[in-house]
């Protein structure tokens, strides 16, 4: 049976990473050979989730630590062997009959390298096989020794024992080497690949100081951790844990930025290393092997499902639920649960999972929470629950964080003391004098991966909503627009002026796009020659056809003829935009255009006779395009790429029944937006939102799965394709250009910097914080406000950044949060804010969201509802076995 777990589990350990270099693939990857990185990786993905096989595995790394074995094979001709055998098409089998020098040569040098590389092998096979007469690689030695032991090798290795090999030997162990034993090598190359993944185990295990596991039977469900710690970190600090079937449900609390997350996922890497049969960062391990395990740490909404934050942990906490339901042992993590709802519901539906989970004696769970409340219920109904903290002590006004675990609940509540000693009010507050200057609209990384804006392939970007374009240039057009937003209303009245010209007279793009990829290639030879230089390359081209049936005339005269075809429907078309009463606004681009498409040189081509050309009409043509114009054919190309974005992006606006917003001066303070919503939903619901200097922010609430991050990231992609010139989703919209947009939807964790969620939230305000403090004018959004806190800190928080915000007229606001109880001191604080709510409405018990804002504050709490109807406690205890029942008081 496989080892069960899934992509979240993946990202949240940092197994692999995007750049590769902090992940916990790269610290082993120390392989010599390509395929043994792949092999390496394949493991990876690979766990055991049977106790001998996983300590079978773990004899034999320990064999090759212990025995310090060097890879005995040179890793970097391994690269030349693999591309040779790769090569299996018939028609580069070498013959007697005749080969040519290269051919001969470079199969010569590969067949050499795969003869030495077998020949190593073997020598290596035949020393070691004593040694391990009795130990479990033994049975690999012989594996490798008969396969090296067939006829035809033998053969080879005699053949090569006597020097240089002839070339009719080359030939005929080409034959043997690719194809007749093609099979055979490749089970060779395997068993290379991981004797090359276990001698660079056992050397990292020697080097970091890891040790290996001791994998139990799945039936004794423990777990002994000794000296544990995060192998992705400098300077860690280790800790200890024991869990067994009467204490096998851990209740984790601590102050922010104690080290919850880190210890979590110190132990999670641990437990999946385990699992491998890899050295793990531990002084101590023994384990239960699971059939699975899952980890939630950094669990982002996901608009394209329709789930809220709270939602997505509902989901994931229901697929553990199922799995657990079906019989499966699992190691289970949860960091915060249920932290993205109302403090009445995370305390409700944390009390009622974990008291599930605890029925379950044959499983692992590790859960965190800001909810130390729930601790004291849990304590008195589960007696398989141990509680441990992460304690926090303060030294002269400021926490310091030992990051040891310490038996018992906490009640260290520093929130506050981390945003004043941050100075994040303070910078709010703090106005510099002069205005800095901006060339572009601004959005940091933060904001552009919240609103998902950009990405080619990103899966459901606002880029990818748009890039219907028949050029790459085109593409690279409208990469930069959306990579530099514009800040002055002329400019982005005038875009948008641009983008409903074409809209309007449903213009459509006059070539296809392969045509332009073949006048791009066929420009690309272009260089400013003269005309003799062009003559004699052509000469050269037909010598070259007649004598050697060479192909590059050919390609030319294809190139230019298609070139020009998208010239003359260019000429067409631009001479046909020029008619249109309305062109005004297209005057500028249309003048340059038309100006080279009609200079004489190529009108004398475009109107030349139909047929074929002959060699010095194609002489002539190649110059006066490639060489004599060439900088008019960059900036007509340029034209043609420019325009392929308006005529593309308004196809967009018809299609979806898009509005061009009107750009108006910073100091007029107005956003006014009707009808509008999220690009990617074309049929979500609409919502009107208007603010003025006098209501600048808006404080706005709603349950969970209500809408709000919906609202919030419709609202910032409208701004920012605003500031665009583009369309936007709305019946209508007016606004003030500011210096930028700011968004904080899905902040995570940082453990390469140490930052804990709340943290990663403070220090995002900070960054917000600055920007107002350098007189920016601004649209900031924050959904749920210091949700990584508890409640206390969350409340004070939340109404100290929120005031200390409102004090700045010149920016524009939106605030969501589930501590409602913020909103009444806020209205009694400030007198520029408008409070709105997105509903709930209970029909026949069940709640239904109509996604309309509505004025006024929300008393809405329908999350225990939600995973009532889920069903997920009686998903858990489906297969409830009745030796649960003891551990419960």
Not at 176 to 183: K, P, V
Not at 269 to 294: E, T
Not at 492 to 500: D, G, M, P, T, V
Not at 777 to 794: I, M, Q, R, S, W
Request: aromatic share 10%; with cysteine.
């Amino acid at each position: 049976m496989s080892f069960i777990t899934d992509k979240q589990t993946i990202d949240d350990l940092n197994v692999f990473s995007k750049s590769g270099s902090d992940s916990i693939y790269h610290i082993f990857n120390k392989t010599y050979t390509q395929g043994g990185a792949a092999l390496l990786e394949e493991m990876f993905r690979s766990p055991l989730s049977d106790h001998k096989a996983i300590n079978e595995r773990v004899a034999v790394l320990r064999y090759f630590q212990e025995s310090k074995t060097a890879f005995p094979l040179q890793g970097n001709r391994f690269e030349e062997a693999e591309r040779y055998l790769s090569n299996t098409d018939p028609r580069s089998r070498l013959s007697n009959q005749g080969f040519s020098m290269a051919d001969f040569k470079a199969a010569g040098q590969s067949v050499t390298t795969l003869i030495e590389i077998l020949q190593g092998l073997r020598t290596f096979m035949l020393e070691l096989k004593p040694r391990v007469t009795d130990h479990t690689y033994g049975k690999q030695v012989e594996v490798v020794l008969a396969l090296l032991a067939t006829k035809e090798l033998e053969l080879i290795f005699a053949d090569h024992s006597k020097g240089k090999i002839s070339s009719g030997k080359i030939v005929e162990y080409d034959n043997i080497i690719r194809f007749q034993q093609r099979a055979l090598m490749e089970k060779i190359l395997q068993h290379i690949y991981h004797l090359d993944v276990y001698i660079s185990i056992a050397r990292v295990a020697t080097e970091r100081g890891y040790i290996f596991a001791t994998a139990l039977q799945r039936d004794a469900n423990r777990l002994q951790l000794q000296d544990v710690y995060h192998p992705l970190l400098n300077k860690p600090v280790a800790n200890s844990l024991e869990m067994t079937p009467d204490s096998n449900v851990l209740f984790l609390t601590g102050a922010n930025m104690g080290g919850k997350s880190t210890f979590m996922k110190s132990l999670s890497i641990a437990m999946y290393l385990a699992h491998l049969g890899f050295p793990i960062a531990a002084k101590k391990m023994d384990f239960s092997v699971c059939d699975g395990m899952y980890t939630t740490i950094n669990l982002p909404d996901n608009l394209a499902m329709g789930a809220s934050h709270f939602y997505a942990e509902v989901l994931r906490v229901k697929k553990v639920a199922n799995e657990l339901g079906a019989g499966k042992n699992l190691f289970v993590v949860f960091d915060e649960l249920f932290r993205g709802t109302n403090v009445k519901d995370a305390y409700e539906g944390t009390i009622a999972i974990m008291e599930a989970f605890a029925r379950k004696p044959h499983s692992l769970f590790v859960i965190s929470t800001h909810i130390m409340e729930a601790g004291a219920v849990l304590k008195e109904r589960c007696s398989n629950m141990i509680f441990r903290y992460l304690p926090t002590r303060m030294e002269n006004g400021k926490p310091v964080y030992t990051y040891t675990l310490t038996e018992g609940i906490t009640d260290d509540r520093h929130g506050m003391i981390i945003i004043n000693n941050e100075g994040v009010i303070e910078l709010i507050k703090e106005k510099k004098q002069t205005k800095q200057q901006h060339e572009h609209f601004l959005a940091d990384k933060q904001t552009v991966e919240d609103l998902n804006l950009q990405g080619k392939f990103k899966q459901r970007s606002v880029y990818s909503l748009f890039n219907h374009l028949q050029t790459r240039g085109g593409e690279q057009v409208l990469e930069g627009m959306f990579a530099r937003p514009l800040n002055h209303p002329d400019q982005i009245n005038k875009r948008s002026a641009l983008f409903a010209f074409f809209q309007q007279g449903r213009v459509v793009f006059p070539v296809i796009r392969s045509q332009i990829e073949s006048m791009e290639d066929y420009l690309a030879g272009g260089a400013g020659a003269s005309l003799p230089r062009v003559a004699w390359g052509i000469f050269t081209k037909k010598f070259k056809q007649v004598l050697f049936h060479n192909a590059e005339l050919l390609q030319l005269q294809a190139g230019q003829s298609v070139t020009v075809e998208v010239l003359q429907a260019f000429c067409n078309f631009f001479s046909e935009l020029n008619e249109r009463e309305d062109a005004a606004i297209y005057r500028e681009q249309l003048d340059v255009a038309l100006k080279i498409l009609q200079d004489s040189r190529l009108q004398g081509i475009l109107n030349a006779p139909e047929g074929q050309l002959s060699l010095m009409q194609l002489i002539r043509n190649d110059y006066v395009i490639r060489h004599a114009m060439i900088s008019q054919m960059e900036t007509l190309t340029k034209l043609i790429y420019e325009l392929d974005v308006f005529v593309g992006v308004s196809a967009v606006a018809a299609d979806q029944g898009f509005v061009y917003a009107k750009a108006l001066p910073a100091d007029q303070m107005v956003l006014d937006m009707e009808g509008f919503r999220h690009p990617a939903l074309k049929n979500g619901v609409t919502n009107n939102l208007c603010l003025t200097a006098e209501r600048n922010m808006l404080f706005l609430t709603g349950a969970n799965m209500a809408g709000k991050s919906t609202f919030m990231k419709s609202m910032g992609i409208a701004v920012y394709l605003a500031h665009m010139g583009f369309p936007v989703a709305a019946r209508h919209m007016e606004f003030s250009v500011k210096d930028g947009l700011f968004s904080s939807i899905n902040v995570s964790d940082n453990l390469d910097m140490g930052y804990s969620h709340f943290y990663a939230e403070v220090l995002r305000t900070k960054t917000v914080a600055k920007a107002v403090n350098d007189s920016m004018d601004l649209y900031v959004l924050f959904d749920e406000l210091f949700k990584g806190t508890n409640v206390k800190d969350a409340y004070d928080a939340t109404l100290a950044v929120s005031k200390a915000f409102a004090e700045n007229r010149n920016s524009f606001f939106v605030i969501s949060t589930h501590i409602i109880e913020v909103g009444e001191a806020l209205g009694k604080a400030c007198n520029n804010l408008q409070f709105s709510f997105l509903p709930t409405l209970m029909v026949n018990g069940v709640p239904t969201y109509p996604y309309t804002l509505t004025s006024g504050i929300t008393t809405d709490r329908q999350g225990m509802i939600i995973i009532e109807n889920e069903k997920i406690v009686d998903i858990i205890q489906a297969s409830e076995p009745v030796t649960t029942q003891p551990h419960l008081q």
